[in-house]
Every structure is written in structure tokens, then in C-alpha cells.
T-cell receptor, first 110, second 114 residues
Framework: ELKVEQNPLFLSMQEGKNYTIYCNYS?????LYWYRQDPGKSLESLFV?????AVKQEGRLMASLDTKARLSTLHITAAVHDLSATYFC??????????FGTGTSLTVIP | KAGVTQTPRYLIKTRGQQVTLSCSPI?????VSWYQQTPGQGLQFLFE???????NKGNFPGRFSGRQFSNSRSEMNVSTLELGDSALYLC?????????????FGEGSRLTVL
């Protein structure tokens, strides 16, 4: 079964700082997705990465994909409080069966 | 356009009862999938339907079932509820075509089993 690991599980960072969340997965896949979840809410799509070397940026978030290393990163630049949420990566096993990581709970401290 | 709509949003049941959850996908989307989210197990795939056919099923007992109607709306049913079935059940839709495979999630149905 495809395994998806994220680290760290919990991240507390100060406003203005940079940090990276890592997502490793166990089998070959060219599709990786990042989602955000606020407490008590649903999953909001952030990035869709569809090929090796793909890089997407939106505001203070940038995601990249290295399919050879089976690694995706979500980089946070100059964090602000509004970014506090849980972030999930997910890998598509074809047929719309997503395997999700454990999630990274991010808290941005003023 | 309207997003994925799930009903009911919250419900409380007792052990042994059954429950039916409903999901209306984004207009034009023909694929609907269901996920269970719990603090202990995280997000786990239940099943996926496309054009009224179940294409994929996750590792859940037969008490969990689903179906999809001709208008792409989907329902999932859990029979003989157990305490461990308490979870947020998320429905997601996608077009079922093209390269992205992106899933769009509804707000979820939060089930509490007492």
C-alpha cells in the first residue's frame, strides 16, 4: 500500500520566519496535491503538481515535486497568522484514490 | 458555480443504528469519492464512483456502502453503527477526465455515534 509521510507533524513558527514542510511517499507517482484544512472545516485545494520538477507558488506558499526522490516540499515564506492551519499532502494512486499524509499542524505566533 | 454540498452537516446516532449521508457534486463532475477523517487514522479512502459505477473501494468493512445516481449525486450508508465510526465524512468530486485529477471537497458530515 502506498505510504505518505509528512514532517513535521506540528510546527510552531514566528511571524516573518520561513519554514518547509516535507512530504515523502513510497511508490512512484507523478501526481501530488497539497490541501489546507482549518479547524472544523473541509479541505481546500492549494496546489496540484503533475510532473517531476513542478513548482507552484501562491502568495507566501511554494510547493515543489521531485518524483525521483518521491518528495514534495511546501515552503512558507515570511509566515503570517492567517497561514495557521493543518496542511496535507496527498498522492493519487490513479482512479481518484488519494493517499493522504498525516498532516502538519502549523501555528504562526505573532 | 456551486461547490460540493453534503447533508446533513451534523448528526448523532446510537450504536446499532444506520445512517445515510448525501453528496451533490460540482455541476458537471461525474466522479464522487468519499473519505473518512478521524484524529487517530487521519484521512482514509472509502470508495469512488464514476457514472454510477464503483471504481475503487478502500479497506473498510461491508457495513460501509455507497451508490451514485444518474445525476451524479451520491449517498453513502453505514449500517450497524459502532463507536469507532464517529468521524468527519468528506465527499469530493472531480470531473473524472483530464490530467489534473484534482479533488474538490465538501464541508463534510460530522457523525457522532453514542
Amino acid at each position: 500500500e502506498l505510504k505518505v509521510e509528512q514532517n513535521p507533524l506540528f510546527l510552531s513558527m514566528q511571524e516573518g520566519k520561513n519554514y518547509t514542510i516535507y512530504c515523502n511517499y513510497s511508490t512512484t507517482s507523478d501526481r501530488l496535491y497539497w490541501y489546507r484544512q482549518d479547524p472544523g472545516k473541509s479541505l481546500e485545494s492549494l496546489f496540484v503538481l503533475l510532473s517531476n520538477g513542478a513548482v507552484k507558488q501562491e502568495g507566501r506558499l511554494m510547493a515543489s515535486l521531485d518524483t525521483k526522490a518521491r518528495l514534495s516540499t511546501l515552503h512558507i515564506t515570511a509566515a503570517v497568522h492567517d497561514l495557521s492551519a493543518t496542511y496535507f499532502c496527498a498522492v493519487d494512486n490513479t482512479g481518484n484514490q488519494f493517499y493522504f499524509g498525516t498532516g502538519t499542524s502549523l501555528t504562526v505566533i505573532p | 458555480k456551486a461547490g460540493v454540498t453534503q447533508t446533513p452537516r451534523y448528526l448523532i446516532k446510537t450504536r446499532g443504528q444506520q445512517v445515510t449521508l448525501s453528496c451533490s457534486p460540482i455541476s458537471g463532475h461525474r466522479s464522487v469519492s468519499w473519505y473518512q477523517q478521524t484524529p487517530g487514522q487521519g484521512l482514509q479512502f472509502l470508495f469512488e464512483y464514476f457514472s454510477e459505477t464503483q471504481r475503487n473501494k478502500g479497506n473498510f468493512p461491508g457495513r460501509f456502502s455507497g451508490r451514485q445516481f444518474s445525476n451524479s449525486r451520491s449517498e453513502m450508508n453505514v449500517s450497524t453503527l459502532e463507536l469507532g465510526d464517529s468521524a468527519l465524512y468528506l465527499c469530493a468530486s472531480s470531473s473524472g477526465w483530464g490530467a489534473t485529477g484534482e479533488l474538490f471537497f465538501g464541508e463534510g458530515s460530522r457523525l457522532t455515534v453514542l
